[in-house]
């Protein structure tokens, strides 16, 4: 047992400048391949993608015997027989033809011993390629649970190869694989297997790859007869027992309802103070910035642009450390499949798999962490159709818009005469149903449409229960903020800062103090209007009035009215007044179009955006006191020129439901285009998503109109 | 002679032809579904949809559209009852 603490295995390393032992790791999924990475070559030293394809490329160091190892892990595979991307670019790699990657002095194969028959056919092909080839014959002691002994010395001399039996986690067996590897160099390729075709007497008319596949099953029966020992079990076994329980109708999925709810509510309510943490250090820093440099552009630049970008970057991790800890606990354990087992049927109706389960059901927290848990999904074609309407689902930014306006804006009366049964509830009930029906639509008509093609069988391995193992549990969560900050991070921070420049230039003071006199005179015009009428109504505008031009006399009502100022001569503002043709329909007057092209950066910005825009300056909208001040500005907010109110019930809808649907959230479409490895997907995302908000926004809105005046 | 989607939970079943010929039987035939093989279906989703099979030491889930395919007999019914799950 000594060899269980030693820390990295050949730690004698006398780092000679000699040209590394390229070895690729290559092996079924779900045979702790991870694991064993880790436990030879610890944190890796360059994890991304190939080049062009969304394959996970892995690589990292060890040293033994005084050599220099790199280790390549390949993707969890099946068969060699290049079909998916996975199985492409693992043949590639092998035979030397990845673009940037090294070729392959030798092939370490993992074949997991509680299955040894399937994992055999990868090994067969591998023994095709040529290549010294070690098999490390892993999860031997659950093996050994089930009652499965192997003679691994017999099977090494049948194969004409080492089989080293390893249990990576308790670190045995990884000084012999370390050897053998070391020494693969100086051993020839083992022979190719003898796959006798000719022994399938009744191909049936099967193609030469099919009759090649039972051929070599036949071979894999020869080659493990007297070499797998089973003892006979008495009744069920724990494992058995637990896959009875965790799969089984009701049991299963009162299981299922639970962890889900777990996730779920960590994702959405745990990681709350923890963002509120990062948020309010980020905000410590802004301050300080706002009070020690000077007023002016690069003060503005750095606490607006640069500071708010972080901020908007950093805000993320703790939902993602939080959902990619679940997912790689639920994967290790072996849930994840069978999670993916039991939602199935429930979204195949919309052309895409269980496995889609978890990472839109994450997105109704946050998409950016759902966008990035669709890296379980194997299938592409699934993947890439989940990644397109993660973004519909209701996430926790579009909450405070549906909150403030329903508060403003819907009656709180009863619904069809159930008193409990409040509008209020059912329009924000509406709101999150309207994201997962218009996902289920887009979800069903895309795998009907462009995402047609020859159908992909679901075949799933349910992989045995075991325990997750900690270190590698752990580099997945490390893996996933990392990757996240270093190359989302940055570009979303680049988007902050072009955001911040159009909403703060062109910046123009005498034309800013020329607005904030027009808006003085205009209400002092008004006010002597009403002077002479004495009504109730009458009243109450004259006090609202001279209230606003009082606020107008003090530096911070100024200063508000200045910024609101500014934010409408902006490049926003006049983009906001060049689109209110396209918006007109919906309801919507330029202020609400300005907003909504400036809620860009994150959705929620709008209702700080609409703050500043109606002279409130900068009012937060989660507190009580900033959202009724808002509230009240906006039920005041007339149609320019006219007494005509903006803010109505079908407006207030219809801004919801262009906010239920629309992408205006930089930092998706960024993880979209960084996860999916091309800038195609973002652009087709916000594309059919704002083309769908405003289709939806217009409907509510002329929709709404006719019923309140019928 | 039947489909394996039609072989009720708890039995076993004899694989004798995987019907088809496209990269959606070369899976199947990958994963180890040959002809000859034995094989029990252990259980349903809670919607009916996939269903869980054991084969060759594993366990295997595939929809009931991919085992309408495999052309099975049936072998015998399991020895452990389902009592009590």
Partial sequence: MSSQHVPAVGATNDGGPETPLVVALLGNPNTGKSTLFTALAGIPTRVGNYPGVTVEEKRGRFSRAGKQIELIDLPGIYSLVPRSPDEQVAMAVLEGRQEGSPSIDCLVVLADATSLERNCYLVSQALALDLPVVVALTLVDLAADRGITIDHAELAARLGCPVIPVIAPEREGLEELADAIAEATHRSPPPAPAVQLGDIEDPQGHSPAAVEAMARYRWIEQILDGVVTRSARAGWSLEERIDAVLTHRVAGTVVFVAVMLTVFTSIFWAAAPIMDLFSGAVDGVAAFLDERLPEGAIRSLLVDGVVAGVGGVVVFLPQIALLFLFVAVLEGCGYLARAAYLMDRLLVGVGLSGRSFIPLLSSFACAIPGIMATRTIENRRDRLLTILVAPLMSCSARLPVYVLLTAAFVPNTPVAGLSWLRLPAVVLASMYALGVVVAAAVAGILSQTIFRGPSQPFLMELPGWRWPQPMVVLERVREACWSFLSSAGTLIVAVSIVVWALASYPYNAASIEADVTEHKAQLSAQLDAFATSDDEASRGLQKQLTEELALLETDEGLDAARRGAASRQSFLGQAGRLIEPVVRPLGWDWRIGCAAIASFPAREVVLGTLGVIYNLGEVDPGEEEGSNMLIRRMRAATWDGTQRPVFTLPVALSIMVFFALCAQCASTLVVIGKETGSWVWPVVTFSYMTGLAWLGALLTYQLGTLLLRG | ?85
């Fill in chain 2, 1 to 85: 002679m039947t489909s394996l989607d039609r072989v009720p939970v708890g039995w076993s079943a004899r694989v004798s032809r995987v019907v088809g010929d496209d990269p959606a039987t070369l899976r199947l035939l990958e994963m180890g579904l040959t002809p000859g093989l034995t094989l029990r279906v252990v259980g349903s989703a809670p919607l009916g949809d996939p269903i869980e099979l054991e084969l060759r030491g594993y366990r295997l889930s595939i929809r009931r559209r991919e085992a309408a395919r495999i052309e099975v007999e049936v072998v015998e019914a399991a020895q452990v009852a389902l009592a009590g799950v």
